[in-house]
């Protein structure tokens, strides 16, 4: 049981280019979510999946684009990568609303 | 909506020191209540957790009590230790509007010294 695994851990892009941020969980969660973490501003929302086949967006969801084919996955586009979404990353899962379960991150860098 | 505000960090301590965070919340409902905590280059991870008013979560030496009357879960912990360097998160998780996501305050850095 591997939980929630985000590939890659590091990514540097340049301006303008487009990149998948990969998430995957083994716990047959229904609900997933990404989140962006910056220095003085918690988590934010970017998007959210309720099951497969249903996405909506977050607090902060443009330059980002989801989709949810399957329970077990929930990958993140970012469509022309801007130096403003230099971030960290974080995908979660969770059986409810209630506990959610985390992945380990993905550290983004857009020069 | 529903908001959550905890106190700003950094926390700074000695080990073997007492340690508070305090969390409020409002909630149009009756929410779960939930402390996660972030090791260093790590993800979130549960800490403990609350379900209704009156009841304690507790977990590796730290408590918090859901006090629906003040609408706070104030992070408690007798005697920190160095490992217990991290950022902690209040959060809460409340289903009764319909809305799935739960609602997560900005984090406090506590950084306990030697």
């Known amino acids: 049981n591997a939980g929630v695994t985000q590939t890659p851990k590091f990514q540097v892009l340049k301006t303008g280019q487009s990149m998948t941020l990969q998430c995957a969980q083994d716990?047959?969660?229904?609900?997933m979510s990404w989140y962006r973490q910056d220095p003085g501003m918690g988590l934010r929302l970017i998007h959210y999946?309720?099951?497969?086949?249903?996405?909506d967006q977050g607090e902060v969801p443009n330059g980002y684009n989801v989709s949810r084919s399957t329970t077990e996955d929930f990958p993140l586009r970012l469509l022309s990568a801007a130096p403003s979404q230099t971030s960290v990353y974080f995908c979660?899962?969770?059986?409810?609303?209630?506990?959610?379960?985390f992945g380990p991150g993905t550290r983004l860098t857009v020069l | 909506g529903d908001s959550v505000t905890q106190m700003e960090g950094p926390v700074t301590l000695s080990e073997e020191a007492f340690l508070t965070i305090n969390c409020t919340y409002t909630?149009?409902?009756?929410?779960?209540l939930f402390w996660y905590v972030q090791y260093p280059g790590e993800g979130l991870q549960l800490l403990l957790k609350?379900?209704?008013?009156?009841d304690k979560g507790s977990n590796k030496g730290f408590e918090a009590t859901y006090r629906k009357e003040t609408t706070s879960f104030h992070l408690e912990k007798g005697s920190v230790q160095v490992s217990d360097s991290a950022v902690y998160f209040c959060?809460?998780?409340?289903?009764?509007?319909?809305?799935?996501?739960?609602?997560f305050g900005r984090g406090t850095s506590l950084i306990v010294h030697p």
């Open positions: 979660a899962s969770s059986a409810t609303s209630d506990t959610q379960y």
């Open positions: 716990m047959n969660h229904e609900y």
């Open positions: 999946s309720v099951g497969a086949g249903i996405t």
């Open positions: 909630a149009t409902g009756y929410p779960s």
């Open positions: 609350a379900t209704k008013a009156d």
């Open positions: 959060a809460l998780s409340d289903r009764t509007g319909g809305s799935y996501i739960p609602t």
